[in-house]
């Protein structure tokens, strides 16, 4: 349910919604309040003179047709790639004072192992715990930044089947600090 409708759903509606109240936002957000809507409200029109510009000069079907499958593929493929990458087996999950900043910004973040190609195709976020360590830097530079550690190479490491195994993981046991499957609770 998550992956099929919940990506698009938030997709379509939810980042298409400026925040609402200001009593909910708080000083943990890049932007203020009012940065936050305009933002948003930006993005809005952005999308509306895009797609409004390309149905008026091709035809609202001709729009529909080209850029739906692509845009939903890629809201699959995205939505796949954010779930894997938070939700693996050993990904970091500690609460109070037992959770550090630092330790969740690396470990709670995965290491994708996928084929050269796919790495490029997907600007390289398969090298998310990277890109958690430090969003500063680019796309093209987080390869260059894990060859240049060992230790980097081969964290949180998980492999295309090690990713399709994940979608059974539910719920954090906290004695072995894993995530485990529901039926792996069961007596």
């Known amino acids: 349910m ?4 919940g990506v698009p759903l938030h997709n379509i509606v939810l980042m298409r919604i400026p925040p609402l109240s200001r009593r909910r936002w708080d000083n943990r957000h890049f932007l203020s309040f009012a940065d936050a809507w305009k933002s948003v409200m930006a993005h809005n029109l952005c999308l509306l003179a895009v797609y409004g ?3 008026f000069l091709l035809g609202g ?5 080209v850029y739906l499958p692509v845009i939903i593929m ?3 493929i995205g ?4 779930y894997v990458h ?4 050993d990904a970091y999950w500690q609460a109070g004072e037992d959770w550090h900043p630092h330790a969740a910004r690396l470990m709670a973040s995965s290491h994708y192992a ?4 796919w790495h490029w195709l997907t600007g390289y976020i398969g090298l998310h715990h990277i890109h958690h360590f430090s969003s500063a830097v680019p796309h093209y530079k987080l390869a260059e930044c894990m060859w240049a550690s060992v230790d ?3 964290m949180n490491r998980i492999t295309w089947r090690q990713s399709l195994a994940a979608v059974w993981l539910a719920i954090i046991d906290p004695a072995a600090q894993k995530m485990i499957r529901l039926r792996d609770i069961a007596p």
């Open 53 to 55: 510009a390309a149905a």
């Open 61 to 65: 079907a001709a729009v529909l047709a």
């Open 152 to 154: 980097l190479q081969d």
């Open 2 to 5: 998550l992956l099929v409708l």
């Open 86 to 89: 938070h939700h693996f087996e």
């Open 79 to 82: 939505g796949w790639m954010f």
């Open 114 to 117: 996928l084929p050269p190609l």
């Open 74 to 76: 890629a809201w699959q």
